[in-house]
């Protein structure tokens, strides 16, 4: 399965940009894709994710009311639209997907998921 993320961008504070994320390859053994992002010298967290099974979507706290990600399409693409961007929001966003469905319990746990997409970087300015 090869993921390719892309839509990343230069934007100001208050801004939206929206991330796809396309899944080829045997696209159609994974279950749940989801978005990590990394700032300069943090560690890769959670964004925000979505089962196919199951249908649900899950948000890190930190974005929850301005990121929405799609329901995984025909296409196995999904969508993160980010709105009222803020500075923070500055990082490299990563696709990931898993063949099983992940349990709520460790949908922000990056060690979990298969496969993981080149990243597109997301640069909010103030």
């Known amino acids: 399965v090869q993921l390719q993320a892309s839509g990343g961008g230069l934007v100001q504070a208050g801004g939206s940009l929206r991330l796809s994320c396309s899944a080829s390859?045997?696209?159609?053994?994974?279950?749940?894709l989801g978005w990590f992002r990394q700032a300069p010298g943090k560690e890769r967290e959670f964004v925000a994710a979505?089962?196919?099974?199951?249908?649900?979507?899950y948000y890190a706290d930190s974005v929850k009311g301005r990121f929405t990600i799609s329901k995984i399409n025909a296409d196995n693409t999904v969508y993160l639209e980010m709105n009222n961007l803020s500075p923070e929001d500055t990082a490299v966003y990563y696709c990931?997907?898993?063949?099983?469905?992940?349990?709520?319990?460790?949908?922000?746990?990056?060690?979990?998921?298969?496969?993981w997409g080149q990243g597109t970087q997301v640069t909010v300015s103030s």
């Open positions: 979505v089962s196919k099974s199951s249908r649900r979507t």
């Open positions: 990931a997907g898993r063949v099983l469905r992940v349990v709520m319990t460790q949908i922000q746990n990056r060690r979990v998921y298969d496969y």
């Open positions: 390859g045997r696209s159609f053994s994974v279950d749940t």
